[in-house]
Every structure is written in structure tokens, then in C-alpha cells.
């Protein structure tokens, strides 16, 4: 689906330093990304800048590719969640689903329902190399199943019900974009 960003929405889509997600049609978002190999001090550091410019941009999840970065991993702060990276992560077991309102920092001021999974188990490494699993329900798993979306070239458009996409001003949003 092409998106055709209307004229009042456009200065979001202008990369700057107060705006530095990468945002459609920069094809980056749309890459398979690479397994992260090993974690490094640029791991670490990449980390720490996606954790300050998802907070910036009042994001609840940020993916890799989002900084232009076509690597395995994303970070994810939902409401009452500590801020976490998931490196590698994989979905390994989903139940239910759920039906919510999404949006994406990669695609500001786009809104609609997307129709996830209500439960999934993702196994990842966390920043300190361990190998954990993740038991996530509800908006933490509708966030994890978005970024993980991202590092496979998939965006919420993809999924989105079309009835329900519709532009918003972003200020008027807190905290639901990722
Ligand atoms: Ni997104």
C-alpha cells in the first residue's frame, strides 16, 4: 500500500535532530535484518541512543532499523514495563489475539487497528548477553509483535484494517507509537 502523507503532515517526515527515526519510504524498513553476531560496545551503544530517542519521541518501542540500523534487535518500555532490549528475539510460543489501535514513529500520524496475538513467549538476549524468555500479554505483547514486524520489513500498514487507518496529529497521542 502506498501512504500519501497529507500536506499538514509532511514537516514530521522531515529527518532532523529532534526528528531522527527514519521514517517510509527510506528502504532500510523494508530489509530483512542481520542476527546481531556478537555484543559489542556498539551494541551497548546503540542500545542506549534507541532507549533516548524512543523516550524522546514518546515511543513505547523502537526498532533498529528505525535508527537505519538493519540488526536484530529493538527496545520496548510499555506503561509499567521496565525499559528492556530484546536482541535476536524470536517468537516462540502465541496464543489468542488482540485488537488495538497502532501507529509508528517510522510513520507518524498514521493510526489503526492491527489484530496480534494477546500472548506470546519471545526468547532473546538481553543486553548482557543472556538468553531469556519473555512472557508477554496484551499491550507488551502488541508492542514486541510490532517490533519484531519491523526486523523482518514489516510495518503495521501491512496488517493494519483499513477501515480503521486514519491520520491524527501525534501531540494528541501519548505513549501508543512505537
Ligand atoms: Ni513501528
Redesign the pocket.
Known sequence: MEIVVPEEFKHLYVKSVERPVVKIPDPVLRKIAAEVTGLTKKTNFLIDEMMRIMRKANGVGL?AP?VGISQRLFVMAPLDFRPTALINPKIIKAEGEQIGQEG???IPGLYGDVKRYDYIEVEAMDRKGRELIFELEGMPARVAQ?EID?LDGV??IDKVNLATLHWEDPELHSRDE?
Open positions: 526498532a528505525q509508528c514513529l517510522s510490532h519491523h510495518l503495521f512505537d
